[in-house]
């Protein structure tokens, strides 16, 4: 039987990915234990940096007592085939980023999903997304996608490079919703014609991948836009969509709002989300 992690010693929690140096997420969760006067640890677990392959890394954290760990880019969708997925909508989804272990099979669960969602009522409320292009069918791609499915979008224009990995993420759209237009398209400009949401998934923006996944130009006509990246939060794509008139959708906001659904998963402790925001934003500590 799993333990309760507020009643069995420090929390001890990680992140499995590449190129993660700069993520805020050992922060994010530091100070949710601290308003929950919780010793919590969180580490930074790159495979190349310790040697292992992926595989490795996930038999680590798991033999070494972690309670749970969050995956990102580029695992997100090959962690799938070690845990047990009780979402039937993220078993479709076919990508996790959040897993507790703690039993004999590691439990995984998607809180990009849900934190897009979050993130997206946060700027627009209740309004819908309409149609929408998005460009990237990554892990994070997946988990927007769904998001959009439950915020009752009602068009996917799909753009990657990657034309098999575009068209198996439509057809597990296509399965969940049937009434939903899916399509793929190989020009992001020519995409976007009559859209009314841009959504980046792919790293173009990040430190080190700069620039703009879709011509500025191409952005007149929509309403809103997302970009998954948020470091840094004001990525060239946003910039472009603001100046477009476009309603923005940080990034950052979609970071903030996972990390509070996974704080759930991982300790069942509740969150002074206001408070976790402001400390998050204006405390000096580093990650």
Known sequence: MTQDPATSGPLKLGLIGDNIAASRSPLLH?????????DVSYNRLVPKDLGLGFEEVFALAQREHYRGTNITYPYKERVTAHVAIDDPLVRGMGAVNTVIFGESTPKGYNTDYSGFMAAYRRVRGDEAPGAVLMIGTGGVGRAVAFGLIGLGATELRLVDRDRVKAEIMAEAVRKAAPGM??????????????????????????????????????MQGAQWAFDAVYTP??????????????????????????????????????????SLRHDLIHTGETA
């Open 30 to 38: 530091r100070l949710a234990g601290r308003q929950n006067g919780m």
């Open 181 to 218: 237009k899916v399509s793929l398209w190989d020009k992001a400009e020519e995409a976007a014609s009559g859209v009314s949401g841009l959504v980046n998934c792919t790293p173009v923006g990040m430190v080190g991948y700069e620039g703009t996944p879709v011509a500025a130009e191409a």
């Open 233 to 274: 939060a004001d990525t060239q794509f946003l910039s472009d969509a603001s100046a477009a008139g476009l309603s923005i959708i940080s990034g950052w906001e979609l970071f903030f709002y996972q990390g509070v659904h996974a704080w759930k998963l991982f300790s069942g402790k509740p969150l002074d989300e206001d």
